[in-house]
């Protein structure tokens, strides 16, 4: 597509339910990086995939979160039994020609 | 420890007048530097990003950002502010000896007065 797609845009949820939210990267770009966005904060590093290599998982908060992606194609970040403190925006970037380009975010709401 | 450092967390400036917004490094190795700028309820686009070439860079919509390393510093400037400006800026990284992932500042929100 032209840009980095993600879904949902919003989604609101009750503490201790599962979500899973989708980033599709642009095409052709290998790297792949979700960022978490809490109200009035900057972006904070999840995780990073690059092709086929295993993933930088350095920045999952917990082991609540976890990140899948099949080769370059879309990735899905899962949050099990969310607590009110997972309320945030989440970004998803690809990496084409040293740039990322950021998606709009999904940005969650746990109650 | 690689970090960047916004030292503004908001700036508000009039319209028409010059903008500044500041971002320091530390980095053992030649970082790659970028501000990106984000709108309300929008992702981030990049401004423009330094790459080891020329130390003044010219970004899009106006601004640009000087590298200093004397100063580990890459701070964005606008010489004349403009209400559709008003937004929240991130400076960011990429160090050369690190790991892949791009490290931001904690943004600076700016306000532009009519």
């Known amino acids: 597509g032209a840009g980095v797609s993600q879904s949902p845009s919003n989604k609101v949820t009750e503490k201790g339910k599962d979500v899973e939210l989708r980033c599709d990267p642009i095409?052709?770009?290998?790297?792949l990086y979700w960022y978490r966005q809490r109200l009035g904060q900057g972006l904070e590093f999840l995780i990073y995939?690059?092709?086929?290599?295993?993933?930088?998982k350095s920045g999952l908060p917990s082991d609540r979160f976890s990140a899948e992606r099949t080769g370059e194609s879309v990735s899905t970040l899962t949050i099990q039994r969310t607590q009110q403190e997972d309320s945030a925006v989440y970004l998803c970037?690809?990496?084409?020609?040293?740039?990322?380009?950021f998606g709009e975010g999904s940005r969650l709401t746990v109650l | 420890a690689q970090s960047v450092t916004q030292l503004d967390s908001h700036v508000s400036v009039s319209e028409g007048t010059p903008v500044l917004l500041r971002c320091n490094y530390s980095?053992?190795?030649?970082?790659?530097l970028f501000w990106y700028v984000q709108h309300p309820n929008k992702g981030l686009q990049l401004l423009l990003k330094?790459?080891?070439?020329?130390?003044l860079v010219k970004g899009i919509n106006g601004f640009e950002a000087e590298f200093k390393k004397s100063e580990t510093s890459f701070h964005l400037t606008k010489p004349s502010a403009h209400m559709s400006d008003a937004a929240e800026y991130f400076c960011?990284?990429?160090?050369?000896?690190?790991?892949?992932?791009?490290?931001f500042g904690s943004g600076t929100q700016l306000t532009v007065l009519p």
């Open positions: 330094y790459t080891s070439a020329a130390t």
């Open positions: 980095s053992s190795y030649s970082p790659s």
């Open positions: 995939f690059q092709g086929n290599s295993a993933p930088d």
């Open positions: 095409s052709g770009h290998t790297a």
């Open positions: 970037a690809s990496r084409g020609g040293g740039e990322l380009f």
């Open positions: 960011a990284f990429i160090s050369s000896g690190s790991a892949r992932q791009l490290t």
